[in-house]
């Protein structure tokens, strides 16, 4: 299955919110223009691309209509959403107050975790972490409750103050490690609470762009 381009996937996008909301899939108009495509053509491109690309399939209908497309089987296995809870290390105080800003989709047999599992998603701040190839802007998704092994990245809770750090031992005491020589070791003081477990990274198209 080919990648999509980014505004593939944005339409992509478009149609998989509709059908979490429990709405139809959006016509070919709505795609245009929830998208500000130049056209309704240009979003029909787009639609067949992503047929031909393997991620849409027809479901009946009269061809060309976005109405007779539905998500192609690989595509329909994706989570309906996990949920976005703002940003690291500038949020995230606590996990059961966090207010979700949006939902990020991914494969769900790529994260290779159990189907119980509570994941949800960060969005990264900062650059203490791009020895990991973890970049500013891009989007972290953690395993909630997961125990951490030496070496793995980790959403923390260190002495009140959220990170998101290399997670370490050092005779037997966690500390938190920068990815970065510009920033110290984190050891805690009083407290240090592993929120998440990083089990996928998500390059955000506008920081492929940089």
Same mark, same amino acid.
């Given at each position: 299955?080919?990648?999509?381009?980014?505004?593939?996937? $944005?339409?992509?996008?478009?149609?998989? $919110?509709?059908?979490?909301?429990? $709405?139809?899939?959006?016509?070919?108009?709505?795609?245009?223009?929830?998208?500000?495509?130049?056209?309704?053509?240009?979003?029909?491109?787009?639609?067949?691309?992503?047929?031909?690309?393997?991620?849409?399939?027809?479901?009946?209908?009269?061809?060309?209509?976005?109405?007779?497309?539905?998500?192609?089987?690989?595509?329909?296995?994706?989570?309906?959403?996990?949920?976005?809870?703002?940003?690291?290390?500038?949020?995230?105080?606590?996990?059961?107050?966090?207010?979700?800003?949006?939902?990020?989709?991914?494969?769900?047999?790529?994260?290779?975790?159990?189907?119980?599992?509570?994941?949800?998603?960060?969005?990264?701040?900062?650059?203490?972490?791009?020895?990991?190839?973890?970049?500013?802007?891009?989007?972290?998704?953690?395993?909630?409750?997961?125990?951490?092994?030496?070496?793995?990245?980790?959403?923390?809770?260190?002495?009140?103050?959220?990170?998101?750090?290399?997670?370490?031992?050092?005779?037997?005491?966690?500390?938190?490690?920068?990815?970065?020589?510009?920033?110290?070791?984190?050891?805690?003081?009083?407290?240090?609470?592993?929120?998440?477990?990083?089990?996928?990274?998500?390059?955000?198209?506008?920081?492929?762009?940089?």
């Amino acid at each position: 299955m080919n990648t999509p381009t980014p505004r593939q996937q $944005q339409v992509l996008d478009f149609i998989r $919110q509709r059908l979490d909301a429990a $709405q139809p899939v959006p016509s070919v108009r709505e795609i245009a223009q929830q998208l500000n495509l130049k056209s309704s053509s240009s979003a029909q491109g787009h639609l067949e691309a992503l047929r031909r690309k393997g991620w849409l399939e027809r479901s009946g209908g009269p061809d060309g209509a976005a109405r007779s497309l539905r998500l192609a089987g690989e595509t329909a296995k994706r989570v309906p959403g996990i949920p976005l809870l703002g940003a690291i290390p500038a949020g995230l105080a606590d996990l059961r107050t966090q207010e979700q800003e949006g939902l990020v989709h991914v494969d769900v047999e790529s994260l290779k975790i159990p189907r119980s599992s509570r994941i949800f998603a960060l969005k990264v701040t900062g650059d203490s972490m791009i020895g990991k190839h973890i970049m500013d802007g891009d989007i972290v998704i953690m395993e909630q409750n997961a125990d951490p092994k030496p070496g793995d990245v980790v959403a923390a809770l260190i002495d009140g103050q959220s990170t998101l750090k290399t997670y370490l031992l050092e005779r037997g005491h966690p500390f938190l490690r920068a990815e970065n020589p510009r920033y110290p070791n984190l050891i805690p003081l009083n407290e240090l609470m592993i929120q998440g477990v990083m089990r996928m990274l998500v390059r955000t198209p506008a920081r492929k762009k940089g």
